[in-house]
């Protein structure tokens, strides 16, 4: 599980709570701002004992099992931001990783050590692989918000392949 579904979920434990943002994070010992970049999936990184705080404050746990007992989500649907991430590191030595990947999309700003791997993603990449991985990410944002921030993306980096070429077919 990633950091952004755990911030999914945990926005929904906080929403059926009626708690705000302020009054989670002040029970959890951490800032507001802290806690609302973990549910928008925008956090770079978050220690366990903090994260384990939070979501103690919302009923919810950290569990570890192996792998022989977790639910096998690959097998449900394609990994599109593993693929999508490994896809545009191909041609460079420093790879795009996904949470650099999906920080990105969620924020629509590029670093510029990063430029190119997402211009070569957006030129390359088949329009299956982007549309899910827009679909994918899109589950941590408000609607419209990803394809939005691609377009963006593409506007500054622009790609030989037109965005709406793909983000508008079947």
Do not use: C
């Not at 980096?157 to 965005?163: A, E, F, S, T």
């Amino acid at each position: 599980m990633r950091l952004p579904d755990i911030g999914f979920r945990l926005r929904q434990a906080r929403n059926d709570l009626g708690l705000t943002q302020a009054q989670l994070a002040r029970a959890a010992g951490v800032s507001r701002t802290t806690l609302n970049q973990l549910e928008n999936g925008l956090i770079g990184d978050l220690g366990v004992q903090r994260l384990r705080a939070i979501l103690a404050e919302v009923g919810l746990a950290l569990t570890l099992v192996p792998d022989s007992v977790a639910p096998d989500s690959s097998a449900a649907s394609p990994d599109f931001i593993r693929m999508a991430a490994s896809s545009a590191s191909v041609s460079y030595k420093t790879p795009l990783s996904e949470d650099a990947l999906i920080r990105i999309l969620l924020t629509g700003s590029v670093p510029a050590a990063l430029r190119p791997h997402l211009r070569s993603l957006l030129d390359e990449a088949s329009p299956a692989l982007l549309k899910g991985l827009v679909e994918t990410v899109s589950r941590w944002s408000k609607p419209g918000r990803v394809e939005k921030n691609l377009v963006k993306i593409a506007d500054t980096l622009n790609p030989v392949r037109k965005v709406d070429t793909w983000l508008t077919s079947a």
